[in-house]
């Protein structure tokens, strides 16, 4: 008895230490994938805040840019599969709980649910852009956002869940950059694995990137506030036009380059997270 006891420990706990290693590659290619974005469509920003961008600076112009390099097709299909391990990584994120004291918290598994539909849906976006370019990826991030404010503007108390929800971006994006000011990354890291260089690199990209990257959530979010108030869907804007909005202020493209850069950076730091964050 006391044999099988201890075979059935030994076997329950290889399984436990397969699934670990599965949900800890999967998290690492997810974060590799999503580090690609982001350093694609700082650089596509970029090139526009310097006047020699014609491509949308959103995930379809990253696309499109992927697809033209060399062995464009395996890079498409190598970012969507890593793009669904990071959805799976959030599904059992959800299921099991993630890291942490507080990682079996409600909370911590509403939001792993929602950045695993998140993450399902991009990844979906990406696999069948690689299947047929030719078809695009949906269409740019700015007609998307067009096509469904209208939607739910049409639809009973439109206006007010358009309003909710880009207040919930705008909220969202102020947590994104005060917690990456906060260095609130760092409890997830491998601490004793970061050498002095390393430990500045993840703060320099960290820091920069997530101010960066909450920026344009909030003003992303802000414009669908506007576009609810106003009851205009063309007030909403994609990540794209987002982006260019910036160019229209006061400081001009300078301070589009410095998001774009922000952004460029942040794609470093989910590099930098891909290798020394704990899953």
Do not use: H
């Not at 290889?14 to 699934?19: I, L, Y």
């Not at 990584?89 to 959800?94: I, K, Q, V, Y």
């Amino acid at each position: 008895m006391t044999t099988r006891v201890l075979a059935a420990t030994a076997r329950g706990r290889a399984r436990r230490a397969a699934d670990g290693t599965v949900a800890e590659g999967a998290a690492r290619a997810g974060l590799t994938a999503r580090g690609v974005i982001y350093l694609l469509v700082g650089t596509l920003a970029l090139r526009i805040a310097f006047g020699d961008g014609t491509e949308e600076a959103d995930r379809s112009g990253a696309l499109e840019a992927l697809a033209d390099q060399p062995f464009g097709s395996v890079l498409l299909w190598a970012l969507g599969i890593g793009l669904v391990g990071m959805a799976l990584w959030r599904l059992s994120e959800a299921v099991f709980g993630a890291v942490g004291p507080d990682g079996r918290t409600a909370k911590k598994r509403l939001a792993a649910t929602a950045r695993c539909g998140f993450y399902a849906f991009v990844a979906y976006s990406v696999l069948a852009f690689a299947v047929n370019p030719r078809n695009g990826s949906g269409g740019s991030s700015d007609q998307q956002s067009r096509d469904v404010t209208a939607r739910v503007l049409q639809m009973p108390g439109g206006q007010w869940l358009v309003g909710i929800a880009g207040a919930g971006i705008v909220v969202a994006g102020v947590v994104i950059g005060v917690q990456a000011a906060r260095r609130g990354y760092r409890k997830k890291l491998k601490a004793s694995e970061l050498a002095p260089w390393s430990r500045r690199l993840v703060d320099v990209t960290g820091v920069a990137g997530g101010v960066a990257r909450g920026l344009v959530f909030a003003v992303a979010g802000a414009f669908a506030v506007r576009a609810a108030v106003d009851y205009e869907p063309g007030r909403a804007k994609g990540l794209d036009d987002t982006l260019r909005s910036f160019a229209e202020t006061p400081l001009g493209p300078m301070l589009l380059a410095c998001v774009a850069a922000g952004l460029v950076l942040f794609g470093v730091f989910s590099f930098a997270l891909a290798r020394w964050r704990r899953v």
